[in-house]
């Protein structure tokens, strides 16, 4: 296995995790430390992001729903965030595990984005086809977490938050983040690759 991913909504409605008493997210977590891409709900577009995103950067992914704030911020919020996200090799980072229902069961990982040596990060998307790359580079203002369901959410500051957006629909909604600005590293993948990359 080299990379994963589960359908997670569709898992839930099966009512298999209710009967057996887990979530995947910490799966994910675990699974993207070590290397390997781990995509939530079965987003292949997303993964196809996130992996080449962290083999770029050599670091993991954090992948999310963004939303709109205001014209310079969107958040991103999942529960899948990972303890080496300033690069594999480096200390793992302090992390509170947090039950991702209300009943109380099923874990999730939740972490400080203080902890990161960037502020700055790099966020990004495979369109439908698999052809184009859409990226956006922001810096994270603050985090927040909630006792259930998806977060942290990170707050990000970008430049026209709703052209970004708007731009988002020709590709998908789920976006694979990292740490640090790679988009330059990117685009020299995206020469070898032979891919576009779109800049939001």
Known sequence: CNAFSTACVELCKSRIPQERKFVPCITHTLLK???IPSACEEDLNALM????????????AFMGNPLYE????ISIHHCVPCLYMNGFGTDKLDYSIYAFTGQGFGGKIQIDFAQN????????RFDPFGKKLLLKTGKVLSSKYTETYCSPYYYI????????LQEMMNFGHHQALIFGNYTEMLKKAAAIMK????EG
Do not use: C, L, N
Not at 49 to 60: E, G, K, L, Q, S
Not at 70 to 73: L, N, Y
């Open 33 to 35: 430390d070590e290397g």
């Open 49 to 60: 992001a996130m992996t080449v995103m962290m083999y770029t950067a050599h670091r993991p």
């Open 70 to 73: 205001t014209d310079e911020m």
């Open 117 to 124: 040596e960037s502020r700055e990060v790099t966020i990004g």
């Open 157 to 164: 500051q970008v430049d026209d938050s709703q052209k970004y």
């Open 195 to 198: 891919f576009e990359i779109v």
